[in-house]
Each structure stands twice: as C-alpha cells, then as structure tokens.
C-alpha cells in the first residue's frame, strides 16, 4: 500500500534561518506529490504539486520553493523564514486518483 | 483555473441526525471527487471517494452524490455519531492532475 513519510513531525525555527522539509513515498512509482500549508482552523492552500522529477509547479508567489531530486522524494526549502511561514505542512502523494498525507510537520517561526 | 467552494464552512447537527457537505467544482475536465475527514491536529484521511461515470456510492452511513451537469457533489453521513466531528474537505482532480481541496467543513455532532 502507498505510505506518505513526512518529517519532522514539529519544528521550531528562529525568523531568518533556513528551512528543509523532506517528504518520501514508498508503495508507488512516478507519484504525483503535493505540498500545502493549513493554518489554525483553516483550509489546505496548496503550495506546489509536482508529475515527475525536476517539474515542480507553484501555486502562490511566497518565500518556499520545492525540489523534487528523485522519483518518491519531495523538498520543501525556505533560505530564510518568516513568522508568516508559521504552519502546519502536509505532504501528499497520489498517483492518478486519491492523495494520501504524510503526518504533517507543525512548523513554528520565533 | 479550477475551483472548489464548500459549504457549510461549520455544521452542528445532533447526535443520530444526518449532516450534509455540498461542493461545487469549476474545471469541466474533473473525473474525481474525493472525500477527506481531518482530526484535530491530525493528517487529513480519505474515507470516500466517486468517479464521473457513477451517481452515487455509499459505505455504510456516508454516502456521496455526483451532479456532472451541475458540477456539484455532495456528502452524506447518517446516524451521526460524536466520533463523526471532525473538518472534513472535499476535492476533485481533473485535467491539470493536480487535487485541489474545498475550504472544509467543520462538523460539530452533538450528543
């Protein structure tokens, strides 16, 4: 079955540092693989999507960018944070129905 | 670009009530509608889905209705029962293979 890895599970970053959060998919090749942002009691914006290695599609102008170096690999990168980057991450993968969610990473800039 | 609305953004029903969520989608090329039920804290979790070439599907007390000329699907959950509040979030995914999510409903069950 198809099983999403995302970690860590919480984050505390200090405003100005860098941010890498890793996502891995196991179950299913030539995913595609999603990342969103949910706020405090509020809905799932999707920040990038990707269909394949290197092609990565940004949905919102904002200060994270994506890579996707390998099939079953997704990376959310900030060089510097902001408090607005305060969240819950959510990877997702899916091949060409349902999406299935990794834990989630509770992310907290100070 | 594609577009889903959501309603009602809260619901509060009492226990053993039926509860509805009604999605409505904007890309023509959407073949489908899943389901997802999101826990406080917790990641969002699929628990229905239905394809375009079918109506309706049900699994024991949730249900879910497709309207392809209307674009609009719906959740139905009967008998409801505490351990049915949660947020739950429509979605479809269509021709630019991407899932795009309602806003979520947050579903308050009563006892």
């Known amino acids: 079955s198809q099983t999403i890895h995302q970690w860590p599970a919480t984050l505390v970053q200090p405003v100005g540092s860098p941010l890498s959060l890793e996502c891995t998919v196991e179950g299913t090749s030539n995913p595609n693989l999603y990342w969103y942002r949910q706020a405090a009691g509020r809905g799932l914006q999707l920040l990038f999507y990707s269909v394949g290695i290197g092609q990565i599609s940004s949905e919102v102008p904002q200060n994270l960018s994506a890579s996707r170096p390998q099939d079953r690999q997704f990376i959310l990168s900030s060089k510097k944070l902001l408090l607005s980057d305060s969240g819950f991450y959510l990877c997702?993968?899916?091949?060409?129905?349902?999406?299935?969610f990794g834990q989630g990473t509770r992310l907290t800039v100070v | 670009g594609e577009n889903v609305e959501q309603h009602p953004s809260t619901l509060s029903v009492q226990e053993g009530d039926s509860a509805v969520i009604k999605c409505t989608y904007s890309d023509s090329a959407s073949n489908y509608f899943p389901w997802y039920k999101q826990e406080l804290g917790k990641r969002p979790q699929l628990i229905i889905d239905?394809?375009?070439?079918?109506g309706e599907k049900k699994d024991q007390r949730i249900a879910v209705t497709l309207n392809k000329t209307a674009k609009h699907f719906s959740l139905h959950i009967t008998e409801t029962q505490p351990e049915d509040s949660a947020v739950y979030f429509c979605?479809?995914?269509?021709?630019?293979?991407?899932?795009?999510f309602g806003t979520g409903t947050k579903l308050q069950v009563i006892p």
């Open positions: 997702a993968g899916g091949g060409r129905t349902e999406a299935f």
């Open positions: 239905i394809r375009s070439n079918v």
């Open positions: 979605a479809e995914k269509g021709g630019y293979q991407k899932v795009t």
